[in-house]
């Protein structure tokens, strides 16, 4: 089996970079045709949430790829993908970009401002371990994890790393560093 | 008062080492987008929904820069801040070759990204910004791998080619594309001491030539840029190597831009299917008039090499 990397726009190109040092096969998702394709996880990359919204509107995808992560398909979302997973985001942020909506958190978008806003830290993640490097570009901050998520990792207070499940959620990009431990994580889900 | 006291004085602190890595990843979060030129909050927006991943804020449209003659500069900061209010994705600004204090006033305004653009007239002939002394990324236009590798020594975080801007013409944006590619394939072909004399010739560092050498490709993420009018037109660049597309005055300038921003969004998502291509290719109105290179009198990819 394989993991599908979403390759509608953003840093996917990464991704694949990532998991191929470790060993797992992938190939890119770009139209609903390749949902016919046989995978078993899923890479919602980082890019910009709002044209990705955008394109999975026009291909139909979202509802497909809803129904496999409701059935427990392990899922990686990184920075806009976790804004496509989050159910909820922060009220004044939220113009109807449509989302997966399978993660039970409240997600708010750009929240450290612009690029002079971004940042690098290095922080500990739950079940992962000490020193994990963190790239956050323009990145999108965890506002409120519900019951059902659970927080791995904060930075200055804020989740920045959140499972559910088979579903994980980082506010920044693992895919950026040479630290594979995250998509070890993802492949063991 | 000593000169480099007068220099120090008027820039911002030095960025922190970091900032380089970080400015060059927020183009990779770029890639496979479209950066549409705008000129005011209601075309960022129609920008933005048609899926545009950033919008360039200037006053003037590269083919009105072209029509209208005379200097042209950095837009006004306010008109600028207005388009920064009206959407969420970044917002790029362009300043004048050489114009520091442009730049300067750009990353006081909090800008994502500056193009240091040969659209605009140049402020210096000779020398381009240090741009290694600002926190906020660059992006500059470049012709072939000397002008990409020399940006990019200077700091520039992401290279577009330069084309022929304002003209609806993609011929220029082609060879560049296409010179860039076979010089770097030349690169990577030679033997690691013949590195120093392309070094050399290519007036770049040796690091910078040992970085394409090794890895086949520019250490920044590359866009095509400069004539960019149709779906086709965006997906020709993709399919010669570049890695996104600015689109200036292709998108305002024709008769339905809301639809064509959506179908060359589409066509870079999908430039490898010639039939989703032919499908958003259809009934999209007037194109923009084209100029052609040979009945105009003013090369902007002639500044700043």
Redesign the interface.
Known sequence: MATAVL????????HEARLAELGEKTFEL??PEDLARSFDRLVLP???S??QG??HE?LGMLGPLRERIVDGMPVLAT??GLILLAQRLAAH?D?GTPRLATMDVTVE??AY????G???AVAEVAGVGRDVPM?F??APRVVDAGPKAQVLARVNGDAVAVRQGVQLGLAF?PE?DQDLRLHQLFLSL | MAKDERTSKATIPAPEP?RA???R??A??????VIMDVTTPEQARIA???????VMALERIPADIRAAGGVSRMSDPHMIKGI?AAV????MAKCRIGHFVEAQVL?AI????IDESEVLSPADDVYHIDKTQF???FVCGARDLGEALRRIAEGASMIRTKGEPGTGDVVQAVSHMRLIDAQIRHVVSLRADELFEEAKRLQVPIELVRSVHESGRLPVVNFAAGGVATPADAALMMQLGAEGVFVGSGIFKSGDPAKRA?AI??AV??FN?PE?IASLSEDLGEAMVGINKDEMDLLMAERGK
């Open positions: 390759a509608l726009q953003g840093a996917f190109a990464e770009r139209s980082g890019g910009e709002t044209v955008r394109l026009e920075c806009a942020d113009k978008r750009n401002g612009r690029q002079l971004s940042f690098h790239t570009i323009r990009h950026l | 970091e890595k970080l400015n990843e927020l990779q979060m770029l890639k496979g987008g933005e929904e048609a899926g545009a991943c950033a920064q969420s994705i970044p917002v990353q909090d800008i994502d990204y926190a906020v990324p959506r969004v589409g998502t999908d299917d989703k």
